[in-house]
């Protein structure tokens, strides 16, 4: 049998695996699994088990599951289209900034990680002043087809309100999302959202802190005033029918999509999650697999 931290390094290893993933020692030690070690512990045990040296492989400075030696070229070239993808992902994340109502904004996702493909989707989680979800996402809609016809495809898959911070499905998944998200604005909001949801420590203790730091500069003279302006005239009584109008228009469109078994979605006043097609639950059932197979 393993030893708690020694299962805990590999399976960290084969989470990352579901995702086509080599990680580097310093992301071990970051999204280690149940466990709090130090870097050093990590290294020393990579270095000196056995039992891990025969279930995991260390290729050009990433460590792999055993037989999965091809993910670390794999990684190079997914690193190379990232860089290119956060260009963009800047660019249009700022813009997003300065929609009415907009509080926060980070990247999350393959690309929070580096690990995208060409013509990958740039996921967004947006958070909101409360109340006002429905208006800031339309408005953020009309960025994505703006960058749509620059060939550039954005998906702001997450929107959710000051008010709903607080995530309610509490697993290993989320709490990825969660750690390796990267705001882009909104860092006080950031801190908030890492606040309420301190159950992503009992996952992942190690990742406390920011994964990296990747602001962009949000202070437009110009831009702010206009969402001041926008925001003070869709403050009342207006913006509220408005924001009903919106919510109840896209929930009809939406309501099909709600119907599939496999929908992790959730759309009412205080969030559009738009998970239609629950990857989630796949991810953590191909990690169970993993983990079957060897033996944990």
Sequence with gaps: ???????AILRTVLYADVFDYPLTLDEIHRYLIGESLPLESIQSSLVSSNWLSQRIDRVNGYYVASGRSALAEARHHRST??????????WYGNLIAHCPFVRMVAVTGALAMDN????????YLIVTAP???WLARASAIVIVRLARIG???????????ESALAQARLDLYVAHEIAQMIPLVGFDVY?????ANTWVEKFLPNARSLPRPNPVDGSHTVWRTLQRLFEKLFSGSVGDALENWERD?????FRSQLRGSNSAALLDETQVKG????????ALKKYDERCTLAGL
């Design 249 to 253: 228009r896209k929930m009809k469109k």
């Design 131 to 133: 109340r006002r979800v």
């Design 116 to 123: 995208v493909q060409p013509n990958d989707d740039i996921d």
């Design 1 to 7: 049998m393993p030893l708690a931290h020694e299962a």
């Design 151 to 161: 060939g550039v495809n954005l998906c702001p898959n997450y929107v959710l309100s």
């Design 191 to 195: 801190s908030q959202m890492r606040s």
């Design 275 to 282: 998970h239609f097609n629950d990857y989630g639950s796949r």
């Design 81 to 90: 289209y990232a860089e290119k993808m956060w260009r963009d992902a800047r």
